[in-house]
């Protein structure tokens, strides 16, 4: 059985292998036939022509009807300009991120929606947060924090309801998990421009997120800046907020919002 299990796993690593490589035939030539996809990938006929329908189905190839050639479809465009747009907010999104950290003194984060999560991908930090834990890659959750609210206040209603239908997982004993209160606490995310989490991830953290827009005014991250409830006390949070909101403009303006 375990041989069997080994023996499907490499053949689902050769599949993707040739994929992959079908992809950067049609990257490199522009078109390409069924045999001549097999004869360089050094398979049957059948096998390239697999490879192909699985391809044109997630879009990723597609086939001109009167030549029987397959060349890149929309998806690789699509999965391109998604990176283009990640690689774009983390270049511009280093100044202000550090202009903020360096102002505030707090750990500055930029996170990019993916799939029912946050994720951050990018982090400065201030002179008060160098003992401050690394959220760098995490994937956090949109519930319960302010970058995830932010970015689930912005979606599509049928996307914030669809994540709203599941159970949200407690992770403090002030972790919203009720839907209809969490649909309040979005609401009002997006009537104030920012978000606001207290110690709904962990005890003693505190954080406030604002949005970043693109050209076009779709929401693509969140700006936040996170601290200890001790120092991101009621009183502070209020200019925090503003100054998070004005990062979150300035940001957008970067990423060619307003123009």
């Known amino acids: 059985m375990a041989h ?47 490879l192909l329908g699985v391809l044109e189905h997630r879009g990723l190839v597609a086939q001109a009807k009167d030549r029987g050639k397959y060349y890149l479809g929309a998806g690789v465009l699509r999965l391109a300009g998604a990176a283009a747009v990640r690689l774009d907010i983390s270049q511009e999104g280093v ?5 903020v950290a360096d102002e505030l003194g707090e750990t500055v984060n930029l996170a990019v929606l993916d799939e029912d999560a946050a994720v951050n991908i ?5 002179t008060a947060s160098v003992a401050a834990q690394n959220w760098l890659g995490r994937r956090t959750p949109l519930h319960a ?12 209603p049928a996307a914030r309801e669809s994540l709203l239908a599941r159970p949200l997982r407690r992770f403090t004993e002030r972790t919203v998990t009720d839907a209809e209160a969490l649909r309040a606490d979005l ?25 970043v827009r693109a050209h076009d005014g779709e929401v693509i991250a969140a ?37």
Do not use: W
């Open 4 to 50: 069997a299990q080994k023996q499907q796993a490499a053949g689902a690593v050769q599949s993707v292998d040739r994929a992959v490589s079908v992809l950067e035939i049609l990257a490199r030539d522009g078109e390409a036939g069924v045999t001549e996809i097999a004869t360089e990938l050094d398979v049957h006929k059948s096998t390239a022509f697999r």
């Open 95 to 99: 100044p202000v991120c550090r202009e």
């Open 122 to 126: 990018m982090q400065a930090r201030g």
């Open 145 to 156: 924090t302010s970058s995830g609210k932010v970015l689930l206040a912005h979606q599509p």
């Open 187 to 211: 609401d009002r995310v997006v009537e104030r421009g920012y978000g606001v989490t207290v110690e709904e991830l962990e005890p003693g953290l505190a954080a406030v997120a604002a949005p």
């Open 223 to 259: 700006i936040s800046v996170s601290g200890p409830v001790y120092r991101l006390n009621p009183d502070r949070l209020a200019e925090v907020a503003r100054r998070t909101a004005a990062a979150g403009t300035e940001l957008s303006r970067r990423m060619g919002y307003g123009f």
